[in-house]
């Protein structure tokens, strides 16, 4: 296979399975399609990666020796203002303005663009460099991991449902073309191409979280789509810039450039940046990712992991090296720094499990915005290694949010006590999941570390990263505690789920841990290669993977480092204990909890005791939520209102 | 290359075994100390030790199967941060370490259903989350006085003189000093236990656990007690043995302090270390970036 049947493969594999998923309406039909799909596009990311690494680690194609008999920069044209068109038919039937109105403006500004002057598109169309292997890799991979678990799921959500026609067959054309165009968006290399793949994702977020079509599905939609057209409008006037700065709409001859402090350059990656904002649901845009959660459990873990809000993350940090150590860089990274900080605090304040997994994802999405925007070795390797943990974490939590939901009808928090007795198979993956977000030695926190000992320079940044981890703390142990509550003799009984949902479930908790224990490999095969490339010759800090993450000064001195391997190595002999303590413990000496008087005769679940009088007192424990302190009404309007303040700083310090 | 490592087994063998002996006898001068402050006799010195040898020989009463688990899952975590420590590894993953090892008991308190030991849980993780920021602002302090997360192995000049940390970071180790009160748990910020069982929390986080698991509990304290105690003496350690020393003082202050307040609510405690800890640490480190 040559490079440009994989990039076809790439691109129009997922289009014709949308084409077959849309036109056919038979069950089998849509899962062998989705089936198939997910093995072709897990064969195309592996063969990308035997490619990548046998072509020096750079993939280009050019314009001409693609032969195509049509101008097929003429078409993207035409798509774009269709789709503009489109978006404002919208606007049009929903009756918001706002949408109508940036969708116009769009459009005239491509126009006038388009008109005045003839713009000279870059002769290499597509590059194919380790960061877009990373994006192809995890759009690949978990994206097709998640339709496949969508086919088990939509079935249960449509049963609840009871509709009288099925509605799947466009729920999964979308997510096809989703994914579709999320490939393409990470291997362009022409700006205004990237700008259409960028709006396709906007328009399908929007489709795929109206899909319900009831009111407040339809509402959360339509702000996902009017907040993502800002940032695409703000995409197109970065183009606009960037052209006018420096006559090209190539990203590698984008980032040949090192920024000056002057000029219109730095507007235009302030316009990118912005852009990324919006996409990666930044405060004070964070609203429409939070509101997305009233689509199907499959959308947000698409929307949450490796698709859509990556989108923005990747741009930011594929532009990163351009404003590294500049004063925008110092401003990007106050800017996720305290979206690190206030999401983290507020998702302390949230009962909602959704809502929570949400504010973690917008955190974390601020802490690989704050990395880019530090721009160092260890800062840029640190963000893009959250990527990756991230993405794969994140899918697999919402996939077990979702499956806890259809079982026991709710997603609160505190019904989840004693999920592991109902529950014992998806309890203890998403213990897992959780446990990878939180604590040493999985990636998520070597990633956290990382960024923290390259943030030391900047003290503000510092000191919201610092507090925000202790908040990441507080939220997922008292989410634990809760679904690791055991009730005095429980009963256990194995849930019957679909076998896409549980086999989906188990191989991301299977990534989920080889990741974490082989960071190093992954380090040294991917990352450490795009950033030598991409930070050509700056004498810093820099990493060094071996059994773990190692940080070497210039001098060759190592400053700081953990061997994650070797400690996973022993927790896991660690765990070879548990069945010896779990089959030790005899059933004669259980006792029940103490309960503030004697517990009740027929009591056995632990929760009664007589109380005096004769009563009987139920008892019932609730995490503490501390709203008055961290209550998202309270701290929402401070938190946009700051971190509208820090973008305009940072618009204020290019201009 | 192989006596490095032998070394290093070494080095970690010596404070595995060591580290409880230092621990238990510490933990049992506490308790004479407090007694005679009480106007009490008080216990032996080795009492502490009688009393796991006690427990572990108790019978196995247990709510759930899972709680001695997170029981040792405690203590493997505490052992690894002090032998990292030991071995001189990154202080920032130790301190993290430490945190996963505190986890792992509010998940062992958390996992039974019993109101005092999830309310006990509740206000551990909220200890948490107020010193946690101030031991990180600890680490950046020392980074930015010796250019590294690595520490100096603590007993690699035993006899020599030299600048001691405590010259570049005064108001960061004072900062430390207030937070590791909530570290060891003592009065005012006792909260999430307690070491009297007929108050409103009765035992808090521990209530639940019992006999081996408590003696297992009770070993993790030992060990973290050490750690605090080497956390201190690399501020002045050099030469060793006066940083020791000043650790020893540090501890029985501490003693003092117990005995003298009364439990504050965590309110004001997470108000009270987010102020002053954090405030006081920050000025130091500001200074330090000026420098």
């Known amino acids: 296979m040559d490079k440009y049947t994989l990039l076809a493969l790439a691109i129009f594999i997922p289009l014709l399975s949308a084409f077959l998923c849309y036109t056919f309406n038979k069950p089998w039909v849509r899962n062998t399609v989705v089936f198939v799909t997910a093995l072709i596009m897990f064969a195309v990311a592996g063969g990308f990666v035997y490619y990548l690494i046998h072509s020096g680690g750079k993939i280009e194609i050019s314009l001409e020796s693609l032969h195509l008999p049509f101008d097929v920069g003429f078409i993207f044209k035409l798509f774009d203002f269709l789709l503009l068109a489109y978006i404002a038919d919208i606007g049009m039937k929903h009756k918001k303005p706002l949408i109508v109105f940036l969708s116009v403006l769009q459009a005239v500004a491509l126009l006038v663009f388009e008109l005045v002057g003839s713009v000279k598109e870059p002769h290499v169309v597509f590059v194919i460099d380790y960061l877009s292997l990373i994006m192809l890799l995890l759009v690949s991979v978990i994206g097709p991991m998640i339709t496949i678990f969508a086919t088990g799921y939509m079935k249960e959500h449509e049963h609840h449902q009871h509709l009288e026609k099925s509605r799947q067959p466009r729920f999964f054309a979308i997510l096809f073309i989703f994914l579709s165009a999320m490939n393409a968006l990470v291997m362009t290399n022409n700006l205004s191409w990237m700008l259409f793949f960028w709006e396709v994702t906007t328009l399908c977020s929007f489709l795929l979280i109206s899909h319900d079509g009831n009111e407040k599905a339809v509402k959360n939609g339509l702000r996902a789509l009017w907040i993502n057209m800002l940032g695409g409008l703000a995409f197109v006037f970065a183009i606009i810039v960037i052209y006018n700065a420096l006559g090209t709409l190539s990203l590698e001859e984008l980032l040949r450039n090192r920024m000056v402090s002057a000029g219109l350059l730095p507007v235009g990656l302030g316009l ?6 919006t996409k990666s649901a930044q405060f004070p845009f964070q609203s429409w ?12 873990a698409l929307l949450h992991s490796s698709t859509m809000v990556k989108a923005g993350v990747y741009l930011i940090v594929r532009i990163a090296p351009v404003f590294s150590g500049t004063t925008l860089g110092t401003m990007v990274a106050v800017a996720g720094a305290f979206t690190f900080v206030g999401a983290s605090a507020i998702a302390i304040s949230q009962s909602n499990g959704k809502r929570v997994l949400a504010y973690s994802t917008i955190a974390n999405l601020g802490l690989i915005v704050c990395c880019a925007g530090i721009g160092s070795y260890v800062a840029l390797g640190a963000a893009v290694l959250l990527m990756i943990f991230h993405a794969i974490s994140k899918a697999l939590l919402f996939l077990c949010v979702g499956t806890i939901e259809l079982e026991i009808g709710s997603r609160d928090i505190e019904d989840m006590q004693g999920l592991f007795k109902k529950m014992p198979f998806t309890t203890v993956i998403a213990v897992i999941g959780m446990i990878s ?13 990382l960024a923290l000992e390259a943030a030391v320079k900047l003290p503000l940044v510092l000191i919201c990263i610092i507090i925000g981890s202790a908040f990441t703390l507080v939220f997922w142990s008292k989410w634990i505690g809760i679904i690791l509550t055991l009730s005095f003799h429980a009963k256990y009984k194995m849930e019957k789920l679909p076998v896409a949902m549980s086999a989906t479930m188990a191989v991301l908790v299977l990534a989920v841990i080889f990741t974490g224990v082989d960071i190093s490999m992954i380090f040294n095969a991917v990352v450490a290669p795009f950033l030598t490339e991409s930070l050509k010759g700056l004498p810093e800090t820099v990493l060094n993977g071996t059994n773990g993450l190692w940080l070497v000064s210039e001098s060759g001195r190592m400053v700081g480092g953990f061997s994650s391997f070797y400690f996973f190595m022993i927790l896991f002999l660690l765990f070879l204990l548990y069945p010896y303590i779990f089959r ?33 007192e139920h008892v019932i424990v609730h995490n503490y939520y501390f709203a008055g302190a961290f209550g998202e009404a309270n701290i929402t309007p401070w938190a946009n209102f700051i971190a509208g303040a820090i973008i305009m700083i940072m618009f204020g310090v290019v201009i | 290359m192989d006596i490095v490592i032998l070394k290093d087994i070494l080095t970690v063998a010596a404070t595995i075994i060591l580290a409880p002996i230092i621990g238990g006898l510490l933990t049992g001068i506490d308790r004479k100390i407090t007694a005679r402050m009480q106007s009490r006799s008080g216990p032996p010195i080795l009492q502490p030790f009688y009393d796991l040898i006690k427990l572990l020989g108790k019978e196995r009463l247990i709510v759930n199967q899972t709680q001695m688990m997170f029981a040792l899952g405690h203590l493997f975590f505490a052992v690894a941060a002090l032998a990292m420590f030991m071995l001189g590894q990154d202080l920032l993953m130790i301190l993290f370490i430490m945190a996963f090892s505190s986890i792992m008991l509010i998940m062992g308190a958390m996992s039974v259903r019993s109101p005092y030991s999830k309310i006990g849980a509740q206000r551990e993780i909220v200890q948490i989350m107020a010193y946690e920021p101030v031991l990180i602002l600890m680490v950046v ?13 603590l007993f690699s000049d035993m006899f020599s003189f030299g600048k001691p940390l405590l010259y570049d970071l005064p108001l960061v180790f004072i900062a430390f000093i207030y937070v590791l009160t909530i570290k060891l748990r003592k009065s005012p910020f006792d909260f999430s236990t307690s070491h009297h069982g007929h108050q409103e929390l009765i035992k808090g986080i521990t209530t639940e656990f019992s006999g081996p698991q408590l003696a297992v509990i009770e070993l993790t304290h030992w060990y973290e007690l050490v ?21 020893l003082i540090c501890y029985f202050c501490e003693i003092v302090i117990d005995n003298i307040s009364a439990r504050m609510t965590w309110k004001w405690m997470l108000q009270a270390t987010w102020i002053v800890g954090i405030g006081v640490a920050m000025t130091n480190i500001i200074w330090l970036y000026l420098k």
């Open chain 1, 289 to 300: 990712l939070l509101g997305a959660m009233v689509a199907p459990t499959p959308v947000s």
């Open chain 1, 584 to 616: 030790s413990s005899k059933a004669e000496l259980w006792k029940p909890p103490y309960l503030c008087g004697a517990n009740t005769e027929e009591d056995f679940k632990g929760l009664e005791f007589n109380a005096p009088a004769d009563t009987v």
């Open chain 1, 272 to 277: 990118l940046c912005f852009a990324g904002f």
């Open chain 2, 141 to 153: 302090g020392i980074f930015l006085s010796t250019g590294s997360f690595m520490i100096r192995p």
């Open chain 2, 227 to 247: 750690l605090f105690l080497g956390l201190i003496t690399m501020f002045f350690a050099r030469p060793v043995w006066i940083g020791i020393g000043i650790a």
């Open chain 1, 437 to 449: 977000m939180l604590l040493p030695p999985f990636g998520v926190l070597l990633t956290k570390w």
